[in-house]
């Protein structure tokens, strides 16, 4: 028998590339996979330097600010420079990010839909319980539970 978790979590990442894909093939997204990957990072990060991007994905800091500047100019981000240090900026997602965002949800909410009216409230309640325990706890490895900026009033 398969992992539960295992299999769900396939049929979640599978329906969000063939729908990435299908984007991609009929125009509707002006982004590569690689850049889809960056900007949902940059995102999961909530406003990261440029640098602490580069580090979360241990790729060189030439080769995210290479991957930035595409975004920006694709208009998907936008640097903001911080108030403390002139030298330094922080990444924000933009509107355009976000209506491209929406359309990944929404299957993201039939599925949530399916399991409320699937469900008594007690297990709808227990199952998302169950799932702030896996993302707060039993996820470290990701580090998106932690606080990426050392100083949130810098922007």
Not at 86 to 102: A, G, H, M, P, S
Request: proline share 4%; net charge neutral.
């Amino acid at each position: 028998m398969s992992n539960p978790l295992s299999e769900v979590f396939a049929k979640f990442r599978v329906h969000y590339y063939r729908d990435v894909f299908s984007r991609i093939k009929n125009r509707e997204l002006s982004l590569s996979t690689v850049e889809v990957y960056c900007v949902e990072t940059i995102y999961a990060l909530g406003s990261p330097t440029i640098n602490e991007f580069a580090n979360y994905l241990r790729i060189s800091s030439p080769n995210a600010t290479y991957k930035v500047n595409s975004l920006v100019r694709k208009g998907y981000i936008r640097k903001i420079q911080s108030k403390r240090d002139k030298r330094e900026y922080y990444l924000e997602v933009t509107d355009r990010f976000y209506r491209y965002w929406n359309l990944n949800e929404r299957y993201l909410d039939i599925v949530d839909r399916r399991l409320k009216d699937t469900l008594t409230p007690e297990e709808y309640t227990f199952f998302c319980g169950i799932l702030d325990k896996i993302s707060s706890d039993l996820m470290p490895e990701t580090g998106l539970d932690e606080e990426f900026r050392s100083d949130p009033d810098a922007v």
